[in-house]
């Protein structure tokens, strides 16, 4: 027994010096790249609700912590600072609210820039620095709106759009890589997603794009005579459906066993493996929005309601305009004006596998009637007792004046 206990904790040395190797790897990456000597923005673009990261690809070796700015275009001088100047400003994204200002949006982490729940305004240049405004590595952003954006379900035989050609620009759709099938086991659905880009030769040569002379629609590089012409193109997502069998957990060899099952039986307590479930309590007619932990806008991401697929074919945002429980295109889940039939388990499943639950239950708001032994009650007859004796004093004393006003004042003619 002790021996089988000496190997363990040998094995949970030997994985934590591992892992402590590959954080000092992936923190050296920031020394080995160079800083370019002129400051170039790197051209991205994400739709809007989306949660999306970027990472200071470079930094001076004396540096140990960055700043991280934000200016809307070349024009505005005087970039707003996204973090106080003693650290870096960590955000939960569970605290996170739809809508809200760019500054409570945000949170750094390992020198990334993470901006949660992106909307169009959060377009523009993202400069990593220091305190004293000295530049590293800068981003283009282009936060693309979804309001009218083309949805195309394929199993419909629905198609994507065109491409524009004119005389100074070509406009078309770059699409991403469909995603995994975001179910396993039973059918499930793929999503790939389409954003705007423009093909000109009169595009700004300090944005640094994938292609040459190719940049997203909303981007600084497109000079203001070519602006117009880009937004009026929307972006797209293509919707098909899948199927895909669920891995099979591996069996370990006779003899050979893993940690867990060392340590399991070690302490004489089966291991458990549950799915991470979090609790909410909302009151009933109001909203709620849900994040699938670790989502990424490139993840195919799915929920359901205990057995009932959501599948985006019908919940997807702007398929039904009255709807109450939607999916929007940041892969976040909202139920507006709860109802109590919405209580459950919501379930999220991450690139094809389970990874958390949600268990809503919806309260009411009870009315508390009022007793004379309240203290709360008490406390608000005296004061309303108190301020009527003081107003009909002063009513008083203000009649009794006007009286001996007048009574003076006909003396004073007699």
């Given at each position: 027994?002790?021996?089988?206990?000496?190997?363990?904790?040998?094995?949970?040395?030997m994985?934590?010096?591992?892992h402590?190797?590959?954080?000092?790897?992936?923190?050296?990456?920031?020394?080995?790249?160079?800083?370019?000597?002129?400051?170039?923005?790197?051209?991205?673009?994400?739709?809007a609700?989306?949660?999306?990261?970027?990472?200071?690809?470079?930094?001076?070796?004396?540096?140990?912590?960055?700043?991280?700015?934000?200016?809307?275009?070349?024009?505005?001088?005087?970039?707003?600072?996204?973090?106080?100047?003693?650290?870096?400003r960590v955000?939960?994204?569970?605290?996170i609210?739809v809508?809200?200002?760019?500054?409570?949006?945000?949170?750094?982490?390992?020198?990334?820039?993470?901006?949660?729940?992106?909307?169009?305004?959060?377009?523009?240049?993202?400069?990593?620095?220091?305190?004293?405004?000295?530049?590293?590595?800068?981003?283009?952003?282009?936060?693309?709106?979804?309001?009218?954006?083309?949805?195309?379900?394929?199993?419909?035989d629905e198609?994507?759009?065109?491409?524009?050609?004119a005389?100074?620009?070509?406009?078309?759709?770059?699409?991403w890589?469909?995603?995994?099938?975001d179910?396993?086991?039973?059918?499930?659905?793929?999503?790939?997603?389409?954003?705007?880009?423009?093909?000109?030769?009169?595009?700004?040569?300090?944005?640094?794009?994938?292609?040459?002379?190719?940049?997203?629609?909303?981007?600084?590089?497109?000079?203001?005579?070519?602006?117009?012409p880009?937004?009026?193109?929307?972006?797209?997502?293509?919707?098909?459906?899948?199927?895909?069998?669920?891995?099979?957990?591996?069996?370990?060899?006779?003899?050979?066993?893993?940690?867990?099952?060392?340590?399991?039986?070690?302490?004489?307590?089966?291991?458990?493996?549950?799915?991470?479930?979090?609790?909410?309590?909302?009151?009933l007619?109001?909203?709620?929005?849900?994040?699938?932990p670790?989502?990424?806008?490139?993840?195919?991401?799915?929920?359901?309601?205990?057995?009932?697929?959501?599948?985006?074919?019908?919940?997807?945002?702007?398929?039904?305009?009255?709807?109450?429980?939607?999916i929007?295109?940041?892969?976040?889940?909202?139920?507006?004006?709860?109802?109590v039939?919405?209580?459950?388990?919501?379930?999220?499943?991450?690139e094809?596998?389970?990874?958390?639950?949600?268990?809503?239950?919806?309260?009411?708001?009870?009315?508390?009637?009022?007793?004379?032994?309240?203290?709360?009650?008490?406390?608000?007859?005296?004061?309303?007792?108190?301020?009527?004796?003081?107003?009909?004093?002063?009513?008083?004393?203000?009649?009794?004046?006007?009286?001996?006003?007048?009574?003076?004042?006909?003396?004073?003619?007699?």
């Amino acid at each position: 027994m002790v021996a089988r206990m000496l190997g363990a904790s040998i094995l949970l040395c030997m994985a934590d010096v591992l892992h402590s190797f590959a954080i000092e790897e992936k923190g050296d990456v920031y020394n080995r790249m160079a800083c370019p000597a002129f400051l170039m923005f790197v051209n991205t673009a994400y739709l809007a609700g989306m949660t999306f990261e970027l990472p200071c690809r470079c930094k001076p070796k004396e540096v140990s912590s960055v700043v991280w700015y934000f200016q809307k275009n070349m024009e505005n001088h005087k970039p707003t600072i996204l973090t106080d100047l003693a650290g870096t400003r960590v955000v939960d994204s569970g605290h996170i609210r739809v809508g809200s200002n760019l500054l409570k949006r945000f949170s750094i982490r390992m020198f990334s820039l993470i901006i949660f729940h992106s909307q169009e305004s959060d377009s523009g240049h993202y400069l990593c620095g220091t305190d004293k405004g000295d530049f590293f590595y800068g981003y283009d952003v282009d936060v693309q709106p979804t309001k009218h954006i083309r949805v195309a379900f394929m199993d419909k035989d629905e198609h994507i759009q065109d491409d524009s050609t004119a005389k100074d620009f070509n406009l078309f759709t770059t699409f991403w890589d469909w995603t995994r099938c975001d179910r396993c086991g039973v059918r499930g659905e793929q999503r790939r997603i389409g954003l705007c880009y423009m093909q000109s030769p009169w595009l700004h040569p300090r944005y640094r794009t994938a292609m040459p002379n190719v940049t997203s629609c909303g981007s600084n590089a497109v000079p203001a005579h070519l602006q117009k012409p880009g937004h009026l193109r929307r972006p797209e997502i293509a919707i098909r459906s899948c199927l895909t069998p669920c891995q099979e957990k591996k069996v370990h060899k006779e003899g050979i066993q893993g940690i867990s099952d060392v340590i399991s039986k070690l302490s004489q307590k089966p291991w458990l493996s549950r799915i991470p479930t979090q609790f909410h309590r909302q009151l009933l007619g109001g909203d709620l929005v849900i994040t699938c932990p670790g989502a990424r806008p490139e993840h195919a991401v799915a929920w359901d309601k205990e057995s009932v697929r959501l599948y985006l074919s019908h919940y997807l945002i702007g398929v039904n305009k009255t709807m109450r429980i939607f999916i929007d295109h940041g892969n976040h889940l909202h139920i507006q004006q709860i109802k109590v039939n919405d209580e459950g388990t919501y379930f999220c499943w991450r690139e094809g596998k389970l990874v958390a639950a949600f268990r809503l239950r919806v309260i009411k708001w009870h009315q508390h009637w009022r007793t004379f032994n309240d203290p709360e009650t008490i406390y608000a007859i005296k004061n309303i007792g108190l301020s009527y004796l003081i107003i009909s004093a002063l009513f008083i004393v203000i009649h009794v004046c006007r009286q001996c006003w007048r009574a003076s004042r006909c003396l004073t003619r007699v």
